[in-house]
């Protein structure tokens, strides 16, 4: 999956384009609407003025050598999705947060 910013002029401003790689740091995050995941399966959230977005991709191993990612994507302290190789989706609020070891 890849990352997509909407800006609040409808503007969509992808992790690749014709143009090639954006990088997650050039991101206008004053102008985001809304944030998310693409790919065979979307996940995108609404970004309201001070949200701090929080999505990473995790890649892991298991004993079979596959490789396997999943990714977060969540609002800091409000609440976090968690989604996996296959598409499940767990989502976590609040002092759950706490516990949250994505690095």
């Known amino acids: 999956m890849r990352w997509l910013a909407?800006?609040?002029d409808g503007t969509r401003f992808p992790q690749f384009d014709e143009a090639g790689e954006h990088l997650y740091k050039d991101i206008?995050?004053?102008?985001?609407?809304a944030?998310?995941?693409?790919?065979?399966q979307s996940?995108?959230?609404?970004?309201a003025p001070g949200d701090e977005v929080v999505a990473f991709r995790r890649h892991e191993a298991n004993?079979?050598?596959d490789r396997v990612v999943s990714y977060g994507l969540?609002?800091?302290g409000k609440f976090l999705l968690m989604i996996d190789a296959q598409g499940n989706v767990e989502v976590r609020y609040g002092s759950e947060l706490l516990s949250?070891?994505?690095g």
Do not use: C, P
């Not at 206008?28 to 609407?33: A, E, F, G, I, P």
């Not at 996940?43 to 970004?47: A, D, E, N, P, S």
């Open 63 to 65: 004993v079979r050598e």
């Open 6 to 8: 909407i800006y609040d």
């Open 74 to 76: 969540g609002i800091k």
């Open 43 to 47: 996940y995108m959230m609404g970004v």
């Open 28 to 33: 206008d995050w004053q102008r985001v609407v």
């Open 100 to 102: 949250d070891n994505s």
């Open 35 to 40: 944030f998310g995941w693409i790919g065979a």
